[in-house]
C-alpha cells in the first residue's frame, strides 16, 4: 500500500468522528461521509474533504473504513438493497475495506466473500476502549481476515488505535470481540453487586474497592471504569453515567453473543443472565446511559424510587 493512501471513512457517530480525526491529526488525506451533514461538517473543519453521497466518498479510494450500527446497514452499504446498489459495483479494484462495526461474523463473513469476488479486500476490524479510546488514539483493534490483508491494514489502523490483534479468519474479529464485551459485562455486573453489598453493610465502596483490587476479586471494572458514583474520578458513574458505552450497545453486543452460542451450541449461562438484566436495564429508561449504571438496579435507594 502507499505511504499515503487515500482514505475514505463512513459513519461519524461517537466513535467513527474521533477515529477519521486521530487519521486526520497524523496527516493522513481522509474523505469523510455520515447521514448526518452536521458531523460531516465538523470533520471538514479539521482538514477533512466532505462527500455528499457514499458513492462520492469511496471515488478513487484506496482504503475504505465503515463504522455502523448494525450489520444489516453494513451489508446494504456494500452489498446493495431494494432501494439502492452497493458499493461493491464501484470501488477501485483491490481497494482495502475495514470495516469496524460491532456486527454478526456471518454478516461480516458474506460481505468479505461478495467484495472478493469483484477483486476487492475486506477484513472485519471491530474495536473495544470506548470513546474515550477513540479520542485518545488507543483503541484496541481485533481483526479478522487475511493475513497480508491485515499486515497492509496495519499502517492506518495504528493510526487511531494502540493495540492490534489479528484473530483469525474472516469473522474472527467480531467473534473475539463479542466474547471479550460478554465476559466485561458478566464482571461490571459481578462488580456492582459486590460493591453494594459492601454498602448494604455499612462499608465505604472506596475502601473496598481498594481491597478488592489487591485481592483475588481485581478486575478491569474495578480498576478503571468502577459503577459506584464518585469513587473513581472521571469515569461515567461519577457524571451521572453520562458518555462511554451506552447499555442499548451492550445489549447488542449480548444479543450477538447469545445469537453466535446458538449457533455453535456453546453453553453461556453467566452471558444469558446478563444479557437479561441489561435488557430489563434499558426497558426501565436506561438504554442511553452507560453500561456501569447496571449498578443502580442493586440499589436499595433506586428500588425504592
Known amino acids: ?165 489479528h484473530a483469525g479468519a474472516l469473522g474472527a474479529g467480531q467473534v473475539a470481540k463479542i466474547c471479550n464485551n460478554m465476559l466485561l459485562s458478566v464482571l461490571m455486573v459481578g462488580t456492582s453487586e459486590a460493591l453494594q453489598l459492601a454498602i448494604d453493610n455499612g462499608l465505604d465502596p472506596k475502601v473496598v474497592s481498594d481491597i478488592m483490587l489487591q485481592s483475588s476479586g481485581r478486575n478491569w471494572t474495578l480498576e478503571l471504569y468502577n459503577p459506584c458514583p464518585d469513587v473513581m474520578p472521571n469515569v461515567p458513574s461519577s457524571k451521572a453515567y453520562q458518555g462511554g458505552f451506552m447499555v442499548d450497545l451492550m445489549k447488542k453486543d449480548l444479543g450477538l453473543a447469545m445469537d453466535t452460542a446458538v449457533k455453535s451450541q456453546s453453553s453461556t449461562p453467566m452471558g444469558s443472565l446478563a444479557q437479561s438484566l441489561y435488557a430489563m436495564h434499558s426497558l426501565q429508561g436506561n438504554g442511553q446511559l452507560d453500561f456501569s449504571s447496571i449498578f443502580s438496579m442493586f440499589s436499595k435507594h433506586s428500588n425504592k424510587d
Request: with cysteine; proline share 4%; glycine share 12%.
Open 1 to 165: 500500500m502507499q505511504s499515503n493512501p487515500k482514505i475514505s471513512f463512513i459513519g461519524l457517530g461517537n466513535m467513527g468522528a474521533p477515529m477519521a480525526l486521530n487519521l486526520l491529526k497524523a496527516g493522513m488525506q481522509v474523505c469523510v461521509f455520515d447521514l448526518m451533514p452536521q458531523a460531516v461538517a465538523k470533520l471538514v473543519e479539521q482538514g477533512a474533504s466532505g462527500a455528499a453521497s457514499v458513492l462520492e466518498v469511496v471515488k478513487d479510494a484506496d482504503v475504505v473504513i465503515s463504522m455502523l450500527p448494525a450489520g444489516k446497514h453494513v451489508e446494504a452499504l456494500y452489498l446493495g438493497s431494494e432501494q439502492h446498489g452497493g458499493l461493491i459495483s464501484v470501488l477501485a479494484k483491490n481497494c482495502l475495506v475495514i470495516d469496524s462495526s460491532t456486527i454478526d461474523a456471518a454478516t461480516a463473513q458474506k460481505v468479505g466473500k461478495a467484495l472478493a469476488t469483484q477483486g476487492l479486500r475486506f477484513i472485519d476490524a471491530p474495536v473495544s476502549g470506548g470513546v474515550g479510546g477513540a479520542t485518545a488514539g488507543t483503541l484496541t483493534f481485533i481483526v479478522g481476515g487475511e493475513q497480508q490483508d491485515y499486515q497492509d491494514a496495519l499502517p492506518v489502523l495504528q493510526l487511531m488505535g494502540k493495540n492490534i490483534f
